[in-house]
């Protein structure tokens, strides 16, 4: 990464601008508003009342719903795109073509081949790409990583196992208040959420290599599957499962907080995340103990959003790595492929670390 912001600019915020103003920009718009570094001056979306109420509830000057003025006009630093994942490829195209950085929502497009030709876009245009994949700055994940990393609890990672049961589809009119386009996405429970645990699982144990899915349809006025099981191989020969349903429902009072429990066994004991937040170890032969860290039920999923847009910021000033950089993301997605590739098939697929199955 370049460092794009000279030296005399350091204590210039840097000015963004926003695309999209539907269900989810909320949360990015509260987080740009609590990161002292950042001064948001537009904000667009194809339908302008949409963008002028946003607008004013967040302070923002310019209103548009024209993205190639708005960028020509406003000149920003980085563009936020918060908008359908078919709008994505466009408007990265868009911002290339005036040097704009770019901090894109999930799923990066509707399918791995146009998310390829979006990376690509960005790296010709020599801008720099962050995919706003929020799951891994969870806090919760983030200490567990801690403490993967610092062996209190072992130095080989057996297995990670996630149950997730976000019961907000078993409507008939399911997703159609929030967010209705899922209704009619042709594959979903992946596409849209399991892609989280799969980026969330490289974050924590490393590159996959292999996968064995089973998913399926419970909901019959939707479109894609919304149930599923998959199981990961890693390269370091650890395993992981995911096993959800946005059909059934969770026991937890906010089953949306941190999307699922969470069991991290090792050869020195577990790690478990419960459904309110709460981490406790269990070193072998020895009672489950609580482990205090620093989290709240702030904004969304932990103030996940706050944590993603910051280090978005720090990269950018600091000419440091992405996390999730659109390189990087795309090993996300070509597991994500192989997913629903080991649900067709009903085969194990193998061979998807570096170099590895396309």
Known sequence: ???????????????????????????????????????????????????TETAQQYGIDRVYSDISLMLAEVKPDFIDIVTR????????????????????????????????????CAQDAG???????????????????????????????????????????WQSDAYQARQPYFVTMPQFLVFETGVH????????????????ASLRKMNPNIAGEDTGIVLFEFSNGARGLWDASRFNESNADDPR?????????????????????????????????????????????????FATQQHFVDSLRHATPFETSGTEYLKTLRVQEAVYESASKGTPVRGLAEGGHR
């Open 127 to 169: 801008i720099e790409l962050m995919v706003h994949e929020n799951f891994r700055f969870q806090p919760w994940y983030r200490e567990i990583r801690k403490l993967l990393q610092s062996d209190i609890i072992g130095d080989r990672l057996h297995t990670i196992s996630v149950r997730t049961r976000t019961g907000d589809g």
């Open 257 to 305: 907080f941190t999307f699922g429990e969470c069991l991290v066994e090792t050869n020195g004991g577990s790690i478990r995340l419960y459904a309110d937040g709460r981490i406790t170890l269990q070193p072998l032969g020895q009672q489950e103990q609580e482990h205090a860290y620093d989290h709240a039920p702030r904004d969304f999923a932990g103030d996940c959003v």
């Open 197 to 212: 645990f799969i980026d969330t699982f490289r974050y924590l144990a490393g590159e996959i290599d292999g996968v064995y």
């Open 1 to 51: 990464m370049t460092n794009f912001f000279q030296p005399e600019h350091t204590h210039t915020p840097l000015r963004g601008v926003v695309v999209g103003a539907g269900y989810f920009s909320r949360f990015h718009l509260n987080a740009w508003s609590r990161i002292d570094d950042v001064d948001l001056v537009a904000v667009c979306d194809l339908d302008q009342s949409k963008a």
């Open 85 to 120: 994942p078919d709008s994505h490829l466009e408007l990265v195209r868009a911002a290339a073509a005036v040097n704009v950085h770019v901090i894109c929502q999930k799923p990066l497009a509707p399918n791995i081949d146009e998310a390829r030709q979006l990376v690509q």
